[in-house]
C-alpha cells in the first residue's frame, strides 16, 4: 500500500467524505443545531457548538459533556511526553519537531475542552490545532532533504507562507461574528485545506517510504520494514477515520445494537489513532526503541545505523 497514487485515492476519498459531513452537509445525528432544542446545558451552560456527538451529554457529571471523549483526547499527550523521554536532544535540536509536539499536546488540550463544555469557541480550540499540525506536518513533507528524494529543497518562505496564513485564518475566526460571510467562508476554507493537507502529507510519506526502499535495495540491506512501518500507520488512521464516520453516520444504530451492547464509542477510537499519523513522517528518522513503543515496526534499525538511506525528513 506504498504506492503514492494509491494512498492519494483511498485517503483522498475518505476525506471527500469527511469534509463534506464535517462543514457542507452535518449528519442529523451529530448536528447541534438539530439537538439544539432537546439539549440540556450542564455547568457550562447551553450548547452552541456547531456539532453535538452520537454520546450521549451530561450522563457522567454536569461539568463534563461528553466523559469518554474526553478521556479519550488525552491520548494526543503520549506522543509528546514519550519524544521527550526518548530523544530529547533531537527533538529540541530542531523547531519543525518542537512545533510538532506542541501542536499534539495543544490539539489534546482542545479536544478535551472542547467535548467538556459542547462550547462553540472549545471547539475552535480544538480545530485550529489541528489544522496548525497539517500546516507543519505538510511543511515537513515539503521539505525533504536532497539525497534520494526529487523534490527541491523548501527554504524559509514557505514556512512563513504556511505561518501567516494560519495565523490570518486563527485571527480570522476568532475576531469575526459566528453567522457572518466572512466567519463561514473561514471555516470552510478551514475544511477543505485540512483535507488537501492531510491527502498530500500521506502522499509524500508513501512517497519518502518507496525512495527510502530503493535505498536500502541498493545498499543490500533489509528493505521490507519500510512498506511494513507505513502501512501500518497508514491502516491505523484508515480504521480511526472510518470509525469517526461510523459514529457520525450510524448513531442510532450504535445507541441500539441487539443483545443489549453497549454504545461502542467509535468517535473515541480517532483519539487512539490518529496521532499514528504523525509518525509516519517521523518514524524513518528515530530510533528503533520509539518505533517499537508506537507500534511501528522496529526491525528499521538499519535505517537507523545508516541514515544515509533514508529520505530524512
Not at 499534539?104 to 475552535?124: K, N, P, V
Not at 480544538?126 to 521539505?143: K, N, Y
Not at 488537501?196 to 519518502?208: D, E, K, P
Request: proline share 5%.
Amino acid at each position: 500500500m506504498s504506492s503514492p497514487a494509491r494512498v492519494a485515492v483511498v485517503f483522498g476519498g475518505l476525506l471527500c467524505i469527511t469534509c463534506y459531513s464535517y462543514f457542507f452537509s452535518k449528519p442529523e445525528s451529530i448536528d447541534a443545531s438539530i439537538k439544539r432544542d432537546r439539549a440540556t446545558g450542564g455547568y457550562w451552560g447551553h450548547i452552541d457548538a456547531d456539532f453535538n456527538w452520537c454520546e450521549g451529554d451530561y450522563i457522567h457529571s454536569e461539568y463534563v459533556a461528553e466523559t469518554v471523549n474526553v478521556w479519550t483526547s488525552f491520548v494526543y499527550l503520549a506522543p509528546p511526553l514519550v519524544a521527550l523521554e526518548m530523544m530529547p536532544r533531537l527533538i529540541l535540536s530542531e523547531t519543525r519537531w518542537i512545533l510538532s509536539l506542541v501542536w499534539i499536546a495543544l490539539i489534546g488540550l482542545g479536544s478535551a475542552a472542547f467535548h467538556t463544555t459542547l462550547r462553540y469557541q472549545e471547539q475552535l480550540c480544538d480545530e485550529l490545532p489541528m489544522h496548525g499540525l497539517m500546516c507543519t506536518a505538510a511543511f515537513i513533507g515539503l521539505r525533504r532533504r536532497d539525497g534520494t528524494t526529487k523534490a527541491p529543497a523548501v527554504k524559509l518562505p514557505l514556512a512563513h507562507a504556511l505561518a501567516t496564513g494560519w495565523a490570518t485564518l486563527a485571527v480570522g475566526l476568532v475576531i469575526t461574528a459566528r453567522e457572518s460571510a466572512a466567519h463561514q467562508f473561514l471555516r470552510g476554507a478551514m475544511s477543505v485545506t485540512f483535507s488537501m493537507g492531510f491527502v498530500y502529507i500521506l502522499t509524500a510519506a508513501s512517497a519518502c517510504t518507496r525512495e527510502s526502499r530503493e535505498s536500502l535495495v541498493r545498499l543490500g540491506l533489509p528493505h521490507t520494514a519500510c512498506d511494513a512501518t507505513f502501512s501500518r500507520a497508514f491502516w491505523c488512521f484508515v480504521v480511526g477515520l472510518v470509525g469517526w464516520l461510523l459514529d457520525n453516520f450510524t448513531c442510532g444504530t450504535l445507541h441500539n445494537l441487539p443483545f443489549g451492547l453497549p454504545y461502542p464509542h467509535f468517535h473515541g477510537c480517532v483519539s487512539t489513532f490518529v496521532f499514528l499519523l504523525w509518525t509516519i513522517l517521523i518514524c524513518l528518522r528515530f530510533p528503533p526503541s520509539f518505533q517499537e513503543i508506537i507500534g511501528t515496526t522496529p526491525s528499521l534499525v538499519s535505517l537507523h545505523l545508516h541514515p544515509e538511506s533514508s529520505c530524512a525528513l
